[in-house]
């Protein structure tokens, strides 16, 4: 019968702890240069956080004439335009600053759409106002931030503070990491960004988690086992589920960057690489921060085969 | 391991039964569910506007006309109580950003007399849950010989809660004359409303039914001013007022400040045609009240002109051709047959009680959501097609099992969505790819533990069944933590991201039913079958 292909061999030890001091800095780099590229480049913010209007037209010709739109709106007097093609040659994407008011917003969509005519299909339209736009920026932050601190909470209740510290931390680099490929790749930041962030976090943590379950074992099977080695060889025992998981989940979500459509390119760009960054975060970030953090073994005390019974017990309840 | 109790295993099957009964009508088209018999569940997976096409409209009630308004009425008031008292009284004003009204009273004496009869004015609003009153709507305080009423914030909200009531109403009757399938309109916050139409194609026209205002007022010509002099000079005459009418360009008109009747009195509007000219107009009706005035009114001024004024545009000013006594008369104004059908449904929805601004604004056209559909459906289809071919690749016969346990968290998903009334947004499609990456993970987490137990030579039955105990407390920690950051997103979002996180929620909880329950009875069953010496694995 056919058993599957074991794709990563069951006895791997790599010394992922032992090379920390080069994945510390990989781990710096990843979370500076994003900080540096968003306070240099900048993120290309969408009207959902900067207000304004975007209007999604498809033209009759085929290309578009982007010249042509372009010079029948910028007499209109609408402040900064932006026209673009938008995922195919005859889609046209035109993006309007915010107006001084909301009145104003209104009318700037009835201009544009004197202006145009029937000469093409409108296929979307959005107006975010100044009072949504802020509410949004602070609501997007606040649940950002909330999350991070539920999870903390849930891990340190379920582990010991250390891992909840090395959680939050190594989430804080998936984050900043993430937000710096939006700057990198001028992508769209809008809500479904801070959608795909709470995601990355959240999928990110689930993998965190499954190492810090191995880790908080192995503390109670080896006793004397040094902190590297033991932090290694949790790491090693757990390589194929993580390699196998993300492999699944990234080639659960890779069709949506080809076949997705403009709508969720942005989120699937995110969500990829997010999987991505949380795996190499997991191993390189969140394992051995707990070198630094000094876990207590005296926490986990008591016999191996007493934690045995107790996490069994757990599973049957 | 290998022994369930039965009612586990009929609870198990039965829950798994239930949801591809439930989620089957999802693949039976619309129109073709209409021609099954009863029994058959017929709900199906709402649309979110993303993918359906619609508008979701934000709209903000405008406080300080509000506050305005209420001012005005209480000045009103105050007039009306100081008056029937015979308390003499100066200096009767308004102060719209401290929201009071404060009046002077002329003779000291008056004063206590004069606070008192004011202080009847404010009344108890706000009534709590518990049957109790949160306070007065308005605080009435003295000083000297002036007297202030200040509108309370108790009795600012509750002014708001009723004006926004109020407009929910108006607008429901307006969008429900649009003809659409199960608009939603809902109070958002302290003072906005949210208005979602499916399916609704001219947004423009949409917008134009819900943001008008819709105050209708008849009122008389000023028969002895010059417009067009008065249009320039704007030396308006005391007692009218300068009006224009819609047309380009505007046509000025001065009336009356007096209204003769107003919106208010009538019942009943309905559009139809000019039996003479055949032109599109407006049939209305009065109540009796309305009726009466109407008539007085224009016995009175025959041979004068009047005007139509709707949210102080003058409509038409035609001239009384003889008494209108029967309370009913209609408006023409040069309508198309659609401009006097809108009309028609405005007057006969009511007025709103103050401007509404359009904050937010989501439009998608039909063509953009069908578009959607079709690439959310081609990706998730490609991304469970790589996902079952790779989980076949790595575990075999166990990934099989665990391939089927895909099928039903699948079905469960859209069972539930369906059961609920939840809606699927595109990201919502995203979700359940998601969703599917992190069921399989559990699975993964099981057949990786099952693995090392084999290599630390335990007995086939021993590994499924410590793989399965041990990884379960991985399964559910990493599980709750992902449902924390996504419960926040729930919280957080709204529209398509709200429903990301609906159907990342149901997923992850079928994920756990299914990787742990049916993929273990499936196993079980197998063992007991086939009673391998060695697990293909």
């Known amino acids: ?317 | 391991m290998l022994h369930f109790q039965k009612w586990k295993v009929i609870l198990v099957s039965a829950i798994v039964l239930a949801g591809f009964i439930f989620a089957a009508p999802n693949l039976i088209p619309a129109s073709a569910l209409q021609g099954l018999p009863n029994w058959i569940p017929h709900r199906q997976v709402n649309l979110g506007l993303d993918l359906q096409g619609g508008a979701h409209l934000l709209y903000r009630i405008d406080e300080k006309e509000l506050v305005e308004d209420w001012l005005g009425t209480i000045r009103g008031d105050v007039r009306e109580a100081l008056r029937s008292s015979r308390i003499g009284y100066v200096d009767l004003a308004q102060n719209v950003s401290a929201r009071s009204v404060s009046v002077r009273i002329r003779k000291p004496e008056d004063v206590d007399k004069a606070y008192t009869e004011l202080r009847k004015l404010a009344v108890p609003v706000g009534n709590d849950v518990f049957g109790g009153f949160s306070g007065n709507d308005l605080e009435v305080t003295k000083s000297g010989d002036k007297i202030t009423l200040t509108a309370t914030e108790v009795g600012l909200n509750d002014r708001i809660s009723s004006a926004i009531q109020a407009s929910i109403e108006t607008i429901r009757r307006r969008v429900d004359a649009f003809g659409t399938t199960e608009p939603s309109i809902q109070r958002e916050g302290r003072n906005r409303i949210l208005v979602q139409v499916p399916g609704v194609s001219d947004v423009q026209r949409l917008k134009g039914l819900i943001g008008e205002t819709g105050k209708l007022e008849f009122k008389l010509v000023d028969p002895s001013a010059n417009a067009a002099e008065i249009a320039l000079s704007k030396k308006v005459p005391p007692g009218s007022e300068l009006l224009f009418s819609d047309d380009d360009p505007p046509i000025p008109y001065v009336l009356k400040d007096r209204v003769m009747v107003s919106g208010e009195n009538l019942v009943d509007s309905q559009p139809g045609f000019d039996s003479r000219t055949g032109e599109p107009v407006v049939h209305f009706r009065f109540d009796a009240a309305g009726a009466k005035r109407f008539g007085r009114a224009t016995q009175d001024n025959v041979g004068l002109p009047f005007a139509i004024v709707l949210d102080n545009k003058v409509i038409s000013a035609p001239v009384i051709r003889e008494p209108i006594l029967g309370g009913t008369g209609q408006i023409s104004g040069n309508f198309s047959v659609q401009e006097a059908n809108d009309l028609s449904v405005l007057l006969r929805s009511g007025a709103l009680p103050a401007k509404l601004t359009v904050i937010e604004e989501r439009t998608v056209g039909a063509s953009l959501g069908a578009d959607s559909i079709d690439s959310g459906k081609k990706a998730a289809i490609v991304g469970m097609i790589l996902v079952v071919a790779f989980m076949f690749a790595a575990y075999g016969l166990f990934g099989l099992f665990a391939n089927m346990a895909l099928l039903v968290n699948v079905a469960l998903i859209f069972a539930v969505l369906s059961l609920i009334g939840a809606t699927l947004t595109l990201p919502g499609i995203a979700g359940i790819v998601l969703v599917i990456g992190i069921a399989v993970d559990a699975n993964v987490l099981i057949n990786e533990r099952i693995r090392e137990e084999i290599r630390a030579g335990k007995s086939p039955i021993a590994a499924v069944d410590s793989g399965y105990s041990r990884a379960l407390i991985a399964i559910i920690d990493s599980n709750v933590t992902t449902l924390i950051a996504v419960l926040v997103l729930f919280w957080l979002g709204s529209g398509p991201v709200r429903g990301f996180a609906v159907t990342l929620t149901i997923g992850i909880l079928a994920s756990m039913f299914t990787a742990v329950t049916v993929t273990r009875m499936m196993v079980a069953a197998w063992l007991r079958w086939r009673r391998p010496k060695e697990l293909p694995l």
């Not at chain 1, 791997?12 to 968003?38: E, Y």
């Not at chain 1, 060889?233 to 459509?261: K, Q, Y």
């Open chain 1, 1 to 317: 019968m056919f058993r599957g292909i074991t794709f990563i061999p069951p006895d791997t030890k790599i010394d992922f702890v032992g090379q920390r001091a080069i994945t510390w800095f990989v781990s710096a780099f990843l979370t500076i240069v994003p900080l540096v590229l968003v306070a240099t480049v900048g993120l290309n913010l969408g009207i959902d956080f900067q207000g304004g209007t975007l209007i999604e037209v498809k033209t009759k010709e085929n290309p578009a004439n982007l010249a042509d739109i372009r010079g029948k709106i910028t007499g209109l007097g609408l402040g900064e335009v932006q026209i673009q093609e938008f995922g195919a040659p005859d889609e046209v994407l035109i993006r309007i600053a915010s107006q001084p008011t909301e009145e104003e917003q209104q009318a700037s969509i009835a201009k544009v759409k004197g202006a145009l005519g029937d000469s093409v299909e409108y296929r979307r339209t959005e107006i975010v106002g100044p009072t949504i736009s802020s509410e949004l920026i602070a609501g997007g932050t606040l649940a950002v931030v909330v999350a991070m601190i539920g999870i903390m909470i849930y891990v340190w209740f379920r582990f010991e503070w250390q891992f909840a510290v090395a959680a939050i931390a190594s989430l804080v680099h998936d984050v900043t990491a993430t937000i710096g490929l939006y700057a990198l790749l001028q992508l769209e930041f809008n809500v479904s960004s801070i959608a795909a962030i709470l995601t990355i976090i959240g999928y990110s943590l689930n993998d965190k988690v499954v190492i810090f379950d191995r880790i908080r074992e192995n503390l109670r099977k080896y006793k004397r086992l040094p902190l590297v080695d033991l932090l290694d060889r949790s790491i090693n025992e757990m390589l194929s589920r993580a390699v196998l998981t993300h492999v699944t989940t990234f080639l659960a979500m890779l069709p949506f960057l080809f076949f997705g459509g403009e709508a969720i390119y942005g989120f699937a760009v995110a969500m990829c690489f997010g999987i991505v960054v949380g795996a190499y975060s997991s191993i390189f970030v969140a394992s051995p921060m707990q070198l630094i953090l000094g876990v207590q073994r005296e926490a986990f005390s008591g016999s191996p085969s007493a934690a045995k019974d107790k996490s069994e017990a757990a599973a049957r309840a």
